[in-house]
């Protein structure tokens, strides 16, 4: 158990649907990172806060969004979903800025009918 | 241009026997950091091993050993004496420099299977 929570767990929903994905991370951490994996692209960095604030943005599409709340936990928005959106979506956290470990939770996997 | 190169895409190792999966990267920065990662089929990311650039020895984690050459820009995973499992895809990823974005970037990854 990396001590990163995501939920839901998985998630099915319809084209042109808005869901919200949800991830706290380990204790103390106050970095979070968003990547999506797919089968087309595999393992992509979506975005990245630090103690609240954006800090990078990786091949985040203009239809998603996210942000990170005092209490450091993160949600991720995808909206006007799409085929192509169906993916595992992974929420990782480290502790600082440098070259530190990032610790993955365990995924919530979209499915979009 | 790629910047973590994973050339095996599948590899079948029988149990006990040591395996090296590789992992060659690209960058101009001299601070990074190279990970590698385990995906069971559960789907999880497990973190197994870190090396950092300027780390003079190759990391060790259990069974897991880094071979870092930095002149030849690898960071080869070592798993010695497998287990079934340690059957799983393996990522190995790279982290570039100290300061701004602290993404990681994926190789396309190695399926490794096990054979008892």
């Known amino acids: 158990d990396s001590g990163v929570t995501q939920t839901p767990k998985h998630l099915i929903t319809a084209t042109g649907q808005r869901v919200t994905l949800r991830c706290s991370p380990r204790?103390?951490?106050?970095?979070v990172y968003w990547y999506q994996q797919s089968l087309d692209q595999g393992l992509q960095f979506l975005i990245q806060?630090?103690?609240?604030?954006?800090?990078a943005k990786g091949n985040i599409l203009e239809r998603f969004s996210a942000q990170q709340f005092p209490d450091l936990h993160s949600e991720l928005n995808l909206s006007s979903l799409e085929l192509g959106d169906s993916a595992l979506y992974f929420c990782?956290?480290?502790?600082?800025?440098?070259?530190?470990?990032?610790?993955f939770g365990p995924g919530t996997r979209l499915t979009v009918t | 241009a790629q910047k973590i190169t994973q050339t095996q895409p599948g590899m079948f190792v029988q149990e006990k026997e040591a395996v090296t999966l590789d992992c060659t990267y690209d960058?101009?920065?001299?601070?990074?950091?190279l990970f590698w990662y385990k995906q069971p089929s559960s789907g999880e990311m497990i973190f197994l091993i870190y090396?950092?650039?300027?780390?003079?020895q190759n990391a060790t984690e259990g069974r897991y050993s880094l071979n870092f050459q930095k002149a030849r820009k690898s960071a080869n995973l070592v798993i010695s004496a497998s287990q079934l499992g340690d059957s799983a895809m393996y990522f190995c990823?790279?982290?570039?420099?100290?300061?701004?974005?602290?993404?990681?970037?994926f190789g396309q990854g190695t399926r490794l299977t096990i054979n008892p």
């Open positions: 990823a790279m982290r570039e420099g100290l300061q701004g974005a602290q993404k990681l970037v």
């Open positions: 204790s103390g951490d106050l970095s």
């Open positions: 990782a956290s480290s502790s600082g800025q440098g070259l530190y470990e990032q610790y």
């Open positions: 806060y630090y103690n609240g604030e954006e800090r």
């Open positions: 960058t101009s920065d001299p601070s990074y950091g």
């Open positions: 090396q950092g650039s300027y780390d003079q």
